[in-house]
């Protein structure tokens, strides 16, 4: 019988999280460290508080959805997922190989506990809301999760789904935007800005709540506070650090895509250490 | 000609089938257009219109079909296979999901709306995904049989229809099987393989082709995908020459996935009817036809080049 966690607890998961992120990573010597490192929190309140999810009732019709629009973190999403007990923890040391199940994004077919397959960005929330969309037209009450990056906003898909979520007044979907400030090729604001984020959604017709998205009783404050929210769906804007958690990493846009060398796993694993966890 | 076109049928099959099947229906403002009002109307709480928003509509349709439904994405094929391609790849192909796109308004027939709308492409982008299924009806109790065996069928399906009156190829709804194809008239000298609009021409120009002594079988190769390897291979070893006729690009659609298996075989000569890597254009129905040579003329001028 699965306990949810209480903060302290939920503070030392999201620790494990990053730990399991970075040696993924620094095994498969390929992955998004960066984006990875920026939603453990969040996965951590997810899945070890709010959803109900259980590996070993896998298939339950009832279980609440998760969808990670921004693929590319999977390596942190893989990492909850061995953590809650979907597969064994082993397998994450062999993320992106080919003898693994464990693909560079998520598949559905292919990894226990993944609902949807992502990768393309701008994507999963239209993916969450025929989830949402279909527990409303069977009168279920499970909720739908969804996580999409701030530089993710840029795909215009993304505002079609915003438009479908508030038209189909989906009150059972909770997105986060994990604003860690941070693109390929440089800040979002450089790139294509997309500020103000909270005030588009808003327009848009959603509720909007706004926290910091390391900030383990905030973001369980907030999605509480969203399941009590009816006849919108909301979001939740996160202010996160991309790389959060390792000294080398924070607020680097260059650890987006790259993985750790020798010296620099063991670096990453003393500052996480240090930080609480195992 | 008084009959129903592809998509007409297609609006009442949903409806009907609705009675018996359980399955969500999802449109991009084309609900009049595509006639999945048809089945609005009947099950308006199993409908969703997703307004101009063909790539939001794709993956919505994705999420609900990853929760087990199935769910059929209408548009425009211009819209579903080419502006949503990419959502129909990486959320319904790849995950394996079972949305079912009904794409009307296919082809150069479809007339006076021009290039922009005819689409001659979506076969060739539809086939080359990987679980994809990709059947093309040629008329009303085909497109039932189409619809009932995507419904049945566990997986992504592209059914392609037209927007114009279809003539009557089916008497009654035919046997349809994936994989399968049909062999609507047997002959000896000359194969004429076809989809869609152009079954009744093959049959037209079989029939004149006989009164000059060309003995010609006529495929309805409606499942473009998988496509039936065996019937075609027969066909090759039996009459030596094959000529396919589609409303589609030569490349990429029916021809292609036809000449891909006869260079295998080398059993077989053959020649290609559809649009010539071009455009289509303005016009109505008939003068297209006349211009394309989508036609029993066109069809005769290939058996010429044979």
Known sequence: MFTKLNDKELYSMSNQIRQLVVEAVYCAQSGHPGGSLSICDILAVLFFKQMKVDPSHMEDENRDRFVLSKGHAAPAYYAALALRGFFEKEELKKLRRIDSFLQGHPSRDKIPGVDMSTGSLGQGLSAANGMAMAAKADKKDYRVYCICGDGELQEGQIWEAAMTAAHYKLDNLTLFVDCNGLQIDGKVEDVMNVAPVSDKFQAFGWKVLEVNGHDIAAIDQAVEKAKALKESPTVIVCKTTKGKGISFMENQAGWHGAAPDEQQFKTAMEDLKRQGGL | ?306
Not at chain 2, 63 to 78: I, R
Not at chain 2, 138 to 151: F, G, L, N, P
Not at chain 2, 246 to 269: F, K, M, P, W, Y
């Open chain 2, 1 to 306: 000609m008084g009959n129903l076109s592809t998509r007409e049928a297609y609006g009442k099959s949903l409806a009907e089938f609705g009675k018996k099947y359980d399955f969500f229906v999802l449109d991009a403002d084309l609900a009049k257009a595509t006639q999945t009002l048809v089945f609005q109307k009947e099950f308006p709480n199993r409908f969703f219109n997703m307004g101009i928003s063909e790539g939001d509509m794709m993956t919505t349709a994705a999420g609900m079909a990853a929760c087990g439904k199935t769910v059929f994405a209408s548009t425009f094929a211009m819209f579903a296979a080419g502006r949503a391609y990419e959502q129909i790849r990486n959320s319904i192909a790849y995950p394996n999901l079972h949305v079912i796109i009904g794409a009307t308004h296919s082809g150069v027939l479809i007339g006076e709306d021009g290039a922009s709308h005819q689409c001659i492409e979506d076969i060739s982008l539809m086939r080359t995904i990987p679980n994809m299924t990709v059947i093309v009806p040629c008329d009303e109790k085909s497109v039932y049989a189409a619809v009932e065996a995507a419904i049945c069928h566990d997986g992504p399906v592209y059914i392609r229809m037209g927007r114009l009156a279809a003539e009557t190829v089916y008497q009654e709804k035919p046997e349809f099987a994936i994989g399968k194809g049909n062999v609507l008239k047997d002959g000896t000298d000359l194969t004429i393989a076809a989809v869609g609009d152009l079954v009744p021409e093959a049959l037209k120009a079989a029939a004149v082709l006989e009164e000059k002594g060309v003995s010609t079988a006529v495929l309805d190769l409606a499942c473009v995908k998988p496509i039936d390897e065996e019937l075609i291979k027969k066909y090759a070893r039996k009459t030596g020459k094959i000529i396919t006729a589609e409303d589609h690009n030569v490349i990429g659609g029916l021809g292609s996935a036809v000449s891909e298996i006869i260079a295998q075989e080398g059993t077989a000569r053959m020649q290609r009817v559809g649009i010539k890597d071009c455009f289509g254009r303005s016009g109505t129905r008939e003068t297209l036809q006349d211009y394309f040579k989508l036609n029993v003329a066109g069809i005769l001028e290939a058996y010429e080049r044979l």
